[in-house]
């Protein structure tokens, strides 16, 4: 299964469909659709336009109104294009009708995510994990890949019969195989909390953040490593954990898959067991891209997922990476209009609620070796007083 979903993206050409709701500003519609694209684009897909609609919620039967489709259809059929690509997870209904009206392709986010994942999982954990997930949101969705039935002739009446046969001769094999997919997990986690359980006696810290913030080549500056690293979304899938000594004062970092808005959340539970090594540690380090014009909704969409895992609470360094990359538009002295979120310098966020929070902050560069020095000296002393802590017998050399 993940073998062939890893093929069925490249050099397709796509449109994306977003739906504006209600109290949902355009900035914010474009930002998601900004994210979808580059989600496509992590897939090997070239998205040719995009079309919005702004709609109290989505349409019950077809996500967007009659008139949009028509529009979306008359775009697709001019341009020949492969797919249409969703900005949120369609209904088995939805999708079928959908697929009756357009006659090509169909994605939503949630299906476009798991394509990625298949194609970067690299460990036997990794793989069982996206399969899994790929089982549960294949089920639902079983009846749509038998309406070519309907299409032979003489459909209808005399053949019903085979196709609902076969659609549950494959419900049964599905949801055999994901009976089988979650025993494999079981004993896989087993064994990682065993080794959890065995590892020396040190300090364990988790890199967390949003996909696609740096979080792999910081954990390659630290631990002068070459884990895979990559201005994708998503480059690390597996759970990468290295020894790493500061000041001759050893402790375990860990690098973990990146969050994402609209996580499907087959793959939320599929990833269980490589979350627990975020739940496990005894500090984190939240990292954000500091360049990207909306990382405050991203700072805010990780601590929801730390707070569903139970970890919002321990000890945490905020680090903002991409410092280098960071850019603002300077507002003129007479301009009498108030500042934007482009008008302000980095030294003026760093004046306002990033350098008030109590967490320890640093701004740093790890591709350009910028203040990496200051972050090595928080991590030690933060580091060390929680080593002393939690084993205040064992000596520090």
Known sequence: MIEKSSKTLEHETAVLVGVSVRNQDD????????ELAFLAETAGVETLKRFTQKLDKPHPKTFIGKGKMEEVLAYVQA???????????LSPSQL???????????????????????????TAHARTQVELAQCQYLLPRLTRMWTHLDRQKGGGAGMRGPGETQIETDKRIITHKITLLKEKLKKIDKQKSTQRKQRMQLVRVALVGYTNVGKS??????????????NKLFATLDTTIRKVVIKNLPFL?????????????????SFKSTLDEVRDAEVL??????????FEDQITVVHETLKDLGALNKPMIMVFNKV???????????????????????????KMWMSQEEKPTVYISAVKKINTDELKDVLYEHIKSTHLDIYPHQLLY
Not at 285 to 294: A, E
Not at 331 to 348: A, F, G, I, W
């Open 79 to 89: 341009h020949e294009v492969d797919m249409v690509i969703f900005d949120d997870e």
């Open 253 to 269: 970092l860990t690098d973990t898959v990146g969050f994402i808005r609209k996580l499907p959340h087959h793959l939320v539970e």
């Open 285 to 294: 380090v939240h990292v954000v891209d500091v360049s990207h014009p909306n």
């Open 324 to 350: 280098d990359a960071f850019t603002y538009v300077k507002q003129d002295d007479d301009d009498l209009l108030p500042k934007t979120r482009e008008n302000y310098s980095l030294e003026d966020l760093k």
């Open 217 to 230: 080549t910081i954990m390659n500056m630290l631990s002068k490593s070459e884990v895979f690293a990559e």
């Open 96 to 122: 079928r009708n959908i697929e009756a009206i357009l006659e090509v392709k169909i994605l939503d986010r949630s299906n476009l995510i798991l394509d990625i994942f298949a194609t970067r999982a690299q």
């Open 27 to 34: 900035r914010t519609t474009k930002e998601y659709l900004d």
